[in-house]
């Protein structure tokens, strides 16, 4: 307070003292602008202009940063996109990766498993396995969307471009096993860091059934493994309506069988399914597809036995953290059994029943949102 009030007092005398040149100054300013008016308003005008455009050309320097730097973000956003395409790749078939020495009729080594994935940076990876005649393409729908990384594998010879090449002729149950855990070893090798959780839909099922036993007599052959959902797995001949027919197919001459299998649905979206399941493996390797549908009959017990399911349940849930298993609507009338025959063995919080078509279970909304919930822990 005291220094505001000695300012004021030097500033009062200051003027006070100068009081005739700062009139002088002001007089000669007034009469300046006065003659120059308009020479003074241009000067004005000019240094107001420039500011404005300084201003201007500051916010198109601001909007110019701004629009570099979304570009520069979109750019990488879609680098990042392309880098979680969906891509098709092989594995290379070797010797070593076969414990068991190979039937002579087997003709593998040299040729190439191919496969489906979609790299993301989730924790998970999820592995698939098809149905019967299919192949890893059905997936591609959950796989775009998928937030996990996501891998489809193709059995052995069912791609449509090798259901004319020699190289990939029929082979047995068993070397498709071996060909298939050799591959999700190689995932889990190349993503040692992430969880794995392993997905069969209808005989993919069967084939984890399988794998599960492979690893029990090979146990250094086994992944680490968190979680498995089973879809429509098979529980003995009685569920393999559409396996038992393929597997007395004649590859030579398969129309008969194949309008015999048509004739299955009841309804008109179950027609549906049915005609473009038939389409797709029609175009297949039919030896191949009879094949493994005959050695899956041999591999499930006559209607009305379970052993054989929950002892293959059974190894399941030893080699994984958790295991889910959805039935579709065509079990219905089953379901109940398969439950009661659960809690017997002290099996619960495993099974559920989906009102949906059994093809329903490729469908990306469902694999999304049971995949997710089984990663969840729900």
């Known amino acids: 307070?005291?220094?505001?009030?000695?300012?004021?007092?030097?500033?009062?005398?200051?003027?006070?003292?100068?009081?005739?040149?700062?009139?002088?100054?002001?007089?000669?300013?007034?009469?300046?602008?006065g003659i120059y008016s308009d020479e003074a308003r241009a000067v004005i005008a000019w240094t107001w202009s420039h500011v404005i455009a300084g201003g201007t050309l500051v916010t198109l320097a601001v909007a110019g940063v701004f629009s570099l730097a979304w570009w520069a973000r979109g750019l990488t956003e879609q680098r990042r996109q392309l880098r979680?395409?969906?891509?098709?790749?092989?594995?290379?078939?070797?010797?070593?990766?076969?414990?068991?020495?190979?039937?002579?009729?087997?003709?593998?080594?040299?040729?190439?498993?191919?496969?489906?994935?979609?790299?993301?940076?989730?924790?998970?990876?999820?592995?698939l396995l098809h149905g019967l005649g299919l192949d890893a393409d059905d997936f591609r729908p959950f796989m775009n969307v998928a937030r996990q990384h996501t891998a489809a594998i193709t059995l052995f010879g069912h791609n449509t471009e090798e259901?004319?090449?020699?190289?990939?002729?029929?082979?047995?149950?068993?070397?498709?096993?071996?060909?298939?855990?050799?591959?999700?070893?190689?995932?889990?090798?190349?993503?040692?860091?992430?969880?794995?959780?392993?997905?069969?839909?209808?005989?993919?099922c069967d084939m984890l059934f399988r794998l599960a036993e492979l690893w029990r007599d090979h146990p250094e052959r086994e992944p680490k493994i968190r979680s498995v959902l089973l879809l429509d797995p098979n529980i003995n001949h009685s569920t393999m309506v559409i396996s038992g027919k393929v597997a007395r197919?004649?590859?030579?001459?398969?129309?008969?069988?194949?309008?015999?299998?048509?004739?299955?649905?009841?309804?008109?979206?179950?027609?549906?399914n049915f005609c473009?399941?038939?389409?797709?493996?029609?175009?297949?390797?039919?030896?191949?597809?009879?094949?493994?549908?005959?050695?899956?009959?041999?591999?499930?017990?006559p209607d009305g036995q379970y052993d054989l399911f929950?002892?293959?349940?059974?190894?399941?849930?030893?080699?994984?953290?958790?295991?889910?298993?959805?039935?579709s609507m065509h079990f219905e009338q089953r379901f109940n059994d398969v439950v009661a025959r659960a809690r017997q063995r002290g099996i619960r919080q495993v099974f559920d029943?989906?009102?949906?078509?059994?093809?329903?279970?490729?469908?990306?909304?469902?694999?999304?949102?049971?995949?997710?919930?089984?990663?969840?822990?729900?």
């Open 84 to 127: 979680r395409e969906v891509v098709r790749d092989f594995f290379d078939i070797h010797a070593d990766d076969f414990e068991e020495d190979l039937p002579s009729d087997h003709a593998v080594i040299g040729r190439q498993l191919w496969y489906l994935e979609r790299t993301t940076e989730s924790p998970d990876l999820v592995v």
């Open 1 to 33: 307070m005291f220094r505001n009030s000695l300012l004021i007092e030097r500033v009062a005398a200051f003027v006070s003292g100068h009081r005739v040149a700062m009139a002088v100054v002001g007089g000669v300013t007034g009469a300046a602008i």
């Open 249 to 272: 197919l004649n590859p030579e001459q398969p129309l008969a069988e194949l309008q015999r299998i048509a004739q299955i649905p009841e309804a008109l979206a179950e027609f549906q």
């Open 310 to 327: 929950f002892q293959r349940l059974e190894r399941i849930r030893a080699i994984s953290d958790v295991t889910r298993v959805f039935f």
């Open 353 to 378: 029943l989906s009102r949906v078509d059994h093809f329903d279970f490729c469908q990306d909304a469902f694999l999304k949102r049971e995949i997710g919930a089984l990663l969840r822990g729900r």
């Open 276 to 301: 473009e399941y038939l389409h797709k493996i029609s175009g297949k390797d039919l030896s191949q597809v009879q094949r493994y549908a005959a050695d899956l009959w041999d591999y499930w017990e």
């Open 163 to 204: 259901a004319r090449d020699h190289r990939y002729r029929p082979i047995g149950m068993s070397v498709h096993a071996d060909l298939i855990s050799g591959a999700i070893n190689n995932l889990q090798r190349q993503y040692p860091y992430k969880r794995l959780t392993l997905v069969g839909f209808s005989v993919g």
